[in-house]
């Protein structure tokens, strides 16, 4: 997924003059290739995020298409209001690439672990949110990005939990990727980012009759297809590396409130930040968010059906 | 328009001011007050708008990143014809169209501010942007003393020097007040010419009243060859022009009464009423 970004993002470079990359003293490897072949588009603004970010709009005002790029404990939480304020409140057209969403950087604690950040771009009007699941999402989000002309922010977040999509998908924005087609009344499940693959694998495995639907557009959404998929008649469950609050499972449960209330089990961070330090794995165990503490929590969720 | 109002006179602006402060029973004169000599230089004799197009692709940049100054950005833009005359009788009336602090929806004004310590870093990335594309267009950021305790000020003029931005000006508007008192009772600021000259900033100070030594301090500025970025530090006055305004800061809070709108605009007006 971290090569399809980079490969989009020197595609777009090479195709728009425009386009200008400003990264907060992050992305070592990452950027290697695109110094190599845009050097004249690349910028290190330094440890200095809010001054980036401001910077960024004022690029934008003078006519660039800046791509600017942190880790998503800091773009956007540390900036929000740069990004609010300088940024969406114009509807200026600056892509902020959050790197290491969720628990990618488990070893190293809170200050690097990102579970908030849906949730607080969700409140920023004009902004809208990608969450790639996978290298053909990322290529898909990456384009629609830049096509879009928007204030954007895109979500990275643990990038090799393998492929979901066979090809780049073809949707339009706001639109929710079935990859499992379910039975009236089954279950349905959807997810964003890193927890879709977990969400295939659960379904494949153990619920045969239910659907699975990625979500790389978070915001905006495509509310008629969330309020169809609610009248399938059977309960949802939303899956997500993010807090439950505010992020897509809130997303889906507000939707559904208004227009087609059904059961909806929330995967996602229980408003806690982590307790301890170890592999990627320790972490999703430690929230819930491996593989067994979720078929359990969904098998309770089931067991007491309304 | 006559040829008197289009000089920006400094006492026309501040009545300007004052009516619309006393219109939209609003506060914020002081910090009005303290920028007006510099903000009718700026107009007057250096920032260019060709055909008076206030979003000209061409035109040199000013930002009021201290956005509480506003009316008296307000006051210069409407010598120049950009807002209509209603904008001002109504100031403050449900559904019109200027606030209280600067808002980029307005022609003219180039950022959404009063959350302090953002625009500097936004005319970082103009001025960026113009010398990227080989043009000849100027930034100038007007910030308050108060506001250069905000952090990014400084981030951005770690990158305007590092990345030599000679087409930057920053310009400090140093009153001596912030919000809730004297600024070397909040947070001392020592020398503000300093910091930034140890930043990189090639600064002069000046009085930042005096139109004359304003306008000569830009003119030298500009006309140096180094490639460091400018500040102006303007030694200003917060409530200039009022005498029972100047130096007391509660006039960043009080509203007019018709009493003290008519002896504030006499006072600004002299024998011109």
């Given amino acids: 997924m971290r090569e399809a970004f980079s490969t989009a993002l020197i595609q777009l470079a090479q195709q728009d003059p425009r386009v200008i990359l400003l990264t907060g003293d992050h992305g070592y490897a990452l950027f290697d290739e695109f110094r190599r072949v845009c050097p004249n588009q690349y910028i290190n603004a330094g440890i200095a995020e809010q001054n980036m970010v401001g910077m960024a709009a004022g690029l934008a005002r003078t006519g660039f298409r800046p791509v600017v790029y942190g880790l998503s404990a800091f773009i956007p939480v540390r900036v929000l209001e740069q990004i609010k304020l300088d940024v969406a409140h114009d509807r200026l057209p600056v892509i902020f690439i959050g790197d290491g969403a969720g628990f990618v950087y488990s070893h190293l604690g809170t200050s690097h672990q990102s579970t908030e950040d849906i949730a607080c771009a969700r409140a920023i009007p004009n902004l809208q949110i990608y969450s790639p699941a996978d290298a053909f999402e990322m290529t898909m989000c990456m384009q629609a990005a830049y096509q879009a002309h928007a204030s954007a922010y895109l979500r990275m977040g643990k990038s090799d939990r393998g492929l979901v999509h066979a090809a780049v998908p073809e949707a339009s924005s706001g639109e929710l990727l079935q990859l499992k087609q379910g039975k009236p009344g089954a279950l349905s499940f959807i997810a964003t980012g890193s927890m879709v693959r977990t969400a295939m694998d659960i379904a494949s495995a153990s619920y045969a009759d239910a659907s699975v639907w990625s979500a790389p557009f978070i915001k905006p959404a495509e509310i008629a297809q969330v309020a169809a998929i609610c009248r399938n008649g059977g309960p949802l469950v939303t899956m997500e590396e993010h807090s439950i609050h505010g992020g897509l499972g809130s997303m889906i449960a507000e939707i559904a409130s208004e227009h087609c209330p059904v059961r909806i089990l929330r995967i996602g961070v229980k408003d806690r930040f982590s307790e301890h330090c170890g592999t990627y794995d320790y972490l999703l165990k430690e929230h819930g968010l491996d593989r067994t503490s979720i078929e359990k929590q969904l098998a309770e969720f089931l067991s007491r059906a309304a | ?273």
């Fill in chain 2, 1 to 273: 328009m006559s040829k008197h109002i289009s000089a920006f006179d400094t006492g026309n602006l501040r009545k300007t001011v004052l009516d619309m402060a006393f219109a939209g029973s609003t506060v914020h004169i002081g910090c009005a007050f303290s920028i007006i000599e510099l903000l009718a230089v700026l107009y007057r004799q250096h920032l260019r708008y060709p055909d008076n197009d206030p979003a000209a692709p061409d035109r040199d940049f000013l930002i009021l990143s201290k956005g509480h100054g506003v009316m008296a950005q307000y006051a210069c833009m409407r010598e120049l014809g950009w807002l209509p005359e209603e904008a001002f009788s109504a100031y403050f009336a449900d559904g019109s169209d200027l606030k209280g602090l600067s808002d980029s929806r307005i022609r003219g004004l180039e950022v959404t501010s009063g959350s302090l310590g953002h625009g500097l870093s936004v005319g970082v990335g103009m001025a960026l942007g113009a010398k990227i594309k080989g043009t000849d267009q100027k930034t100038y950021v007007i910030v308050g003393d108060g506001e250069i305790n905000e952090g990014p000020i400084w981030e951005g003029a770690m990158f305007a020097a590092h990345h030599q931005l000679e087409n930057f000006m920053v310009i400090v508007d140093e009153n001596g007040y912030q919000a809730m008192g004297p600024t070397k009772e909040v947070i001392g600021l020592g020398s503000i010419r300093a910091k930034f000259e140890s930043f990189g900033f090639l600064a002069h100070t000046i009085d930042g009243h005096n139109e004359a030594e304003i306008d000569n301090a830009i003119h030298e500025l500009w006309a140096d060859p180094s490639r460091q970025p400018r500040a102006l530090i303007a030694r200003t006055v917060k409530g200039k022009g009022v005498s029972f305004m100047e130096h007391n800061n509660i006039w960043h809070y009080t509203r007019l009464t018709a009493e003290t709108h008519t002896h504030a605009v006499a006072e600004v007006m002299g024998d011109r009423l």
